[in-house]
């Protein structure tokens, strides 16, 4: 078969597309013939051994991604045999196979799939969508709630501006270009703005007028993270939940007690740990996928080959959505 294999840390030229043994599954585990798998902003930093990430090291050389969905075409031992055959998704962990033609997942880790659910979208749901169930989780959205979401046009931005019209409350959209702004609004923002656009957050407070947000949920940080943070009126709720701009949204205790803010954090180990465990959260997401209710935005698909494009359109802040290889 064929995979990506790295075997230094660096840039995207790292990831090399090379012809590999195919994979046997061990006792308790199946091989998938992949379909689609996930591309995330992680992977990028994984890909160039970032030390200071949230996510070990890993090992080289080895075969970056966490998500696959497809057919399962061998069990391993002690595996019924009545999973052959069938569509699934499955989340395999860090830097785990994913980029692969053929790829290896527990029998444990595995969602049947019903056949009107793509496998792009599966990925989708179970990685970023997951994240999003984790979220909203803290977030307990209502129909009172007026929420900003940053980040409005990535995959996991679009299923919180989602799920914020779905509780019945309104949102702020930001993003960073128009062509994405426009994204947001399509995504159900019924107010939207470009944060590369200078004075960008008087304009918003402009179109709001006395109105002023309840929630913030951030994976940005940096400036336009404090920015929409100081649009949030007092008894505010904020989540935050990464920090794509390369710096955590900055704020003191004054700026808590000031305004009386309650503030969350839904980081990795936050929703790993959580009661119930994260596969709770994929079903959750991926049966909200399966009947339309949160519906995950797949921008740009790649072929298996083009992963180091994948990643630069990743790291160029050029894609919109969920971000896709296809082999």
């Given at each position: 078969m064929h995979a990506i294999r790295q075997h230094d840390f660096g840039p995207p030229d790292t990831l090399r597309y090379e012809e590999v043994p195919d994979p046997v599954p061990a006792a308790g585990q199946v091989r998938i013939a992949v379909e689609a798998a996930g591309v995330h902003l992680i992977d990028t930093k994984i890909r160039q051994g970032d030390q200071g990430g949230p996510y070990p090291v890993p090992e080289l050389p080895m075969t970056p991604g966490r998500e696959v969905a497809g057919r399962v075409d061998r069990v391993g031992p002690e595996v019924d045999e009545a999973w052959l055959g069938r569509r699934v998704?499955?989340?395999?962990?860090?830097?785990?196979?994913?980029?692969?033609?053929?790829?290896?997942?527990?029998?444990?880790?595995?969602?049947?799939?019903?056949?009107?659910?793509?496998?792009?979208?599966?990925?989708?749901?179970?990685?970023?969508?997951?994240?999003?169930?984790?979220?909203?989780?803290?977030?307990?959205?209502?129909?009172?709630?007026?929420?900003?979401?940053?980040?409005?046009?990535?995959?996991?931005?679009?299923?919180?501006?989602?799920?914020?019209r779905l509780a019945g409350g309104e949102v702020v959209g930001l993003a960073g270009g128009d062509a994405k702004v426009e994204e947001a609004r399509r995504q159900g923002a019924t107010v939207?703005?470009?944060?590369?656009?200078?004075?960008?957050?008087?304009?918003?407070?402009?179109?709001?007028?006395?109105?002023?947000?309840?929630?913030?949920?951030?994976?940005?940080?940096?400036?336009?993270?404090?920015?929409?943070?100081?649009?949030?009126?007092?008894g505010g709720r904020v989540v935050v939940f990464g920090w794509s701009a390369g710096s955590p949204l900055a704020f003191t205790s004054d700026d808590v007690y000031a305004r009386s803010?309650?503030?969350?954090?839904?980081?990795?180990?936050?929703?790993?740990?959580?009661?119930?465990?994260v596969r709770e959260l994929e079903t959750r997401a991926l049966d909200d996928?399966?009947?339309?209710?949160?519906?995950?935005?797949?921008?740009?698909?790649?072929?298996?080959?083009?992963?180091?494009?994948?990643?630069?359109?990743?790291e160029a802040r050029a894609t919109t959505g969920k971000v896709v290889l296809v082999p």
């Open positions: 998704v499955a989340h395999l962990g860090m830097a785990s196979g994913g980029y692969a033609e053929q790829a290896v997942a527990a029998v444990t880790a595995l969602h049947e799939l019903p056949d009107h659910l793509g496998a792009d979208g599966a990925v989708a749901a179970i990685g970023t969508g997951r994240t999003a169930q984790g979220i909203l989780e803290l977030a307990q959205l209502t129909a009172d709630d007026m929420v900003v979401v940053t980040a409005a046009a990535g995959g996991l931005g679009a299923l919180l501006v989602q799920a914020g939207a703005a470009n944060y590369r656009q200078p004075g960008w957050a008087d304009k918003v407070r402009a179109e709001l007028g006395d109105r002023a947000p309840t929630v913030l949920l951030d994976g940005v940080g940096g400036d336009a993270g404090r920015a929409a943070f100081d649009l949030l009126g007092p803010l309650i503030v969350s954090f839904a980081l990795g180990p936050r929703i790993m740990q959580r009661p119930g465990g996928a399966a009947a339309g209710r949160l519906v995950p935005l797949v921008g740009r698909t790649f072929p298996l080959a083009a992963a180091a494009d994948a990643h630069r359109a990743l």
